[in-house]
């Protein structure tokens, strides 16, 4: 069974960087496309970045040019470096974990982390 663990969420002011680490475990990394997805209060879950093995990456519209998705096949583990923060990037962010980026980032079948709040003020 995949497991993922979300790290790195907090509190900061707009224009300012985060980065969010998610740990995983329970299977083979390599196999596996990974995620991230956000989920704003009042707002369904929205689909934000995603890669795979190879390196090949996917982005949401609205964090293009802001937001970097990472891995490290070495020490399993996937990043989310977020710069230039706007006050609508607050959410509770949710690793994800899938068998292509395809089935990522239609997030269905995926395997999900429990999140990392990020809030973002003014």
């Known amino acids: 069974q995949v497991q993922l663990v979300e790290s790195g969420g907090g509190l900061v002011q707009a224009g300012a960087s985060l980065r969010l680490s998610c740990a995983f475990s329970?299977?083979?990394?390599?196999?596996?496309?990974m995620g991230w997805f956000r989920q704003a209060p009042g707002k369904e879950r929205e689909f934000v970045a995603a890669?795979?093995?190879?390196?090949?990456?996917n982005y949401a519209d609205s964090i293009k040019g802001r937001f970097t998705i990472s891995r490290d096949n070495a020490k399993n583990m996937v990043y989310l470096q977020m710069n230039s923060l706007k006050p609508e990037d607050t959410a509770v962010y949710y690793c994800?974990?899938?068998?292509?980026?395809?089935?990522?980032?239609?997030?269905?079948?995926?395997?999900w982390g429990q999140g990392t709040q990020v809030t973002v003020s003014s």
């Open positions: 994800a974990a899938g068998t292509s980026t395809r089935a990522v980032v239609r997030g269905t079948g995926n395997y």
């Open positions: 329970g299977r083979t990394f390599s196999s596996y496309a």
């Open positions: 890669l795979n093995y190879y390196m090949n990456t």
